[in-house]
């Protein structure tokens, strides 16, 4: 069953849904136009929802359609899109994020005036530490905040245009499940959230959410590992670090021509990661999901999309919804080719807000990360940016706009377990 699945990789008991009639629309605020948006917006069932979006651009949006690999297609209006949060914001019942995750410390700093002390606030996607920066900014709402452990679609946006195709619905949701960490151990059986998680796995084709605790998140395989694992082997990893790249004649396939190399430096910086999750849990934290990526594609994609799922190298070569992507990369000084872009998310993002994260982890849990710190001196080198220092400590002038744990007051065990 998905349920029993569920518990037995998260060790969370997913406890039964509640069903309530509402007596009115619950109003959701989608914030950020991205592809998770699109799906939401086209795909809630306006009969149980209204939907306003908070978007730089609310001129392209009105109504958003969403295609289905099946061929289906949704449509959906949306009541508002706009570029001021006041006027979206301060009627949601449910504020969901779907941002790079770089962008959501700020943007939830500039909504905080505006949302309700009832709303609800969320993200689709739940790297780096979101609990501990709704404490800190929104603490009314941090209660009843939530978080995805994995981005629920796999969904693209054409070129230039708007609406978007969702391939294989079910994306990176681990065998039927939807993986979601709540502060109150029943959260998402209780209305409302409960009515708008239902929602989610009806359009992804899952029985019902379960319940992870937030570090089992922040620990999460994901971006932060997959991206910087990549982009470092094929720069050559450690044995090349202190040597400059030539450029690439063109960007390299990223997925599809996944190598040895490259899950080399997934199971380096896996071995780092439980590490932290062994001695988080020495230290009292409630039994947490395994970290292995490669079980957890096999699961998330499937044999529809994953023609061998052997190993880690197969299970991306043969991906059909990865396949053709390559390194986001920009032309090189020289003009002879192509380089990393370092201003793209994969740096953005999963370096100060992934590796730092890890890395501050461990100093807080005195737990070392070999790999983990390999990678982050590699690409802040890239990035021209410093965060660890020479002599090892996590205190180069760059720290201050990273999600690294002190700086949402996050500085112990006790507040880890919190």
């Not at 406890?15 to 136009?33: A, D, E």
């Not at 032309?331 to 993002?349: L, Y």
């Amino acid at each position: 069953m998905l349920v029993a699945a569920c518990a037995v990789l998260s060790g969370v008991e997913t406890p039964p849904q509640t069903q309530r009639k509402h007596t009115r629309r619950l109003n959701v605020c989608l914030v950020g136009g991205s592809a998770g948006s699109h799906v939401l917006a086209a795909s809630l069932d306006r009969e149980l929802f209204e939907v306003n979006l908070l978007t730089r651009r609310p001129e392209a949006f009105s109504t958003i359609s969403c295609t289905f690999d099946d061929g289906s297609t949704v449509q959906g209006t949306l009541q508002r899109a706009s570029a001021v949060a006041a006027e979206v914001v301060p009627q949601a019942d449910f504020v969901l994020l779907s941002l790079p995750v770089g962008a959501s410390v700020e943007m939830l700093s500039s909504i905080a005036p505006h949302v309700a002390e009832h709303a609800i606030v969320g993200t689709l996607y739940g790297q780096g530490g979101f609990q501990f920066w709704m404490r800190q900014l929104l603490p009314a709402q941090a209660s009843r905040s939530f978080a995805f452990k994995y981005f629920p679609f796999v969904a693209r946006i054409p070129p230039g245009g708007y609406g978007c195709r969702v391939h294989a619905s079910s994306g990176r949701v681990h065998g039927g499940e939807l993986a979601v960490a709540c502060d109150r151990a029943s959260a998402i059986s209780e209305e409302p959230l409960s009515t708008l998680l239902a929602q989610i796995c009806s359009i992804i084709g899952v029985a019902q959410p379960c319940q992870v605790p937030w570090m089992e998140l922040l620990l999460a395989p994901n971006n932060q590992l997959v991206h910087m694992s990549r982009l470092f082997a094929l720069h050559g990893g450690p044995a090349a670090s202190g040597i400059a790249a030539a450029p690439f004649a063109k960007p390299p396939l990223f997925y599809q021509a996944w190598d040895e190399a490259s899950s080399a430096m997934v199971h380096a910086m896996e071995d780092d990661m439980r590490a932290l999750q062994a001695a988080l849990q020495r230290a009292g934290h409630p039994p947490m999901g395994k970290i292995y990526l490669k079980r957890g594609l096999a699961l998330g994609y499937g044999p529809g999309v994953i023609s061998d799922a052997s190993t880690l190298e197969t299970i991306y070569t043969s991906n059909a919804n990865l396949a053709g992507l390559r390194m986001p990369s920009l032309p090189s000084d020289d003009g002879c080719g192509v380089v990393a872009d370092t201003t793209h998310r994969f740096f953005t993002d999963d370096v100060p807000w992934g590796l730092v994260v890890l890395r501050s982890l461990g100093d807080i849990l005195q737990v070392r990360t070999p790999a983990i710190d390999s990678t982050l001196r590699w690409a802040q080198a890239k990035m021209g940016h410093s965060y660890l220092l020479s002599d090892g400590r996590l205190a180069g002038p760059n720290v201050v706009d990273s999600g690294a744990l002190p700086r949402f007051g996050v500085g112990s065990i006790d507040g880890l377990l919190s």
